[in-house]
Nanobody, 122 residues
């Protein structure tokens, strides 16, 4: 069974930094894109950053230049380094992963973590 577990959320002051992590457990055939979404109270869920299996990354305009997404060598952990944090970055951050479960199937299934709270406040 595939699971995604986020960690590293917490309270940080404006201008500060925080790194959240997400580790995939289980043994899918392959992992395609991993990434992060966030959802603030009363707001829709929005895309933050995504990284492909080859290391290519893209970012939402609101975080570009401040956030950096990366994957470790195992390709089962994804990180989001958040710098110069702003109060508007406050949200629950959700990890996602697109995986192929079986070698004989081309179906890509998207999994979601339960989220980790990031609060930026003085």
């Amino acid at each position: 069974q595939v699971q995604l577990v986020e960690s590293g959320g917490g309270l940080v002051q404006p201008g500060g930094s925080l790194r959240v992590s997400c580790t995939l457990s289980g043994s899918p055939f392959s992992i395609d894109t991993m990434g992060w979404y966030r959802q603030a109270p009363g707001m829709i869920r929005e895309s933050v950053a995504h990284i492909s299996s080859g290391g290519g990354a893209n970012y939402a305009d609101s975080v570009a230049g401040r956030f950096t997404i990366s994957r470790d060598s195992s390709e089962k952990t994804v990180y989001l380094q958040m710098n110069s944090l702003k109060p508007e970055d406050t949200a629950v951050y959700y990890c996602t992963a697109g995986i192929r479960r079986y070698s004989y199937s081309n179906v890509v299934t998207t999994y979601w973590g339960r989220g980790t709270q990031v609060t930026v406040s003085s």
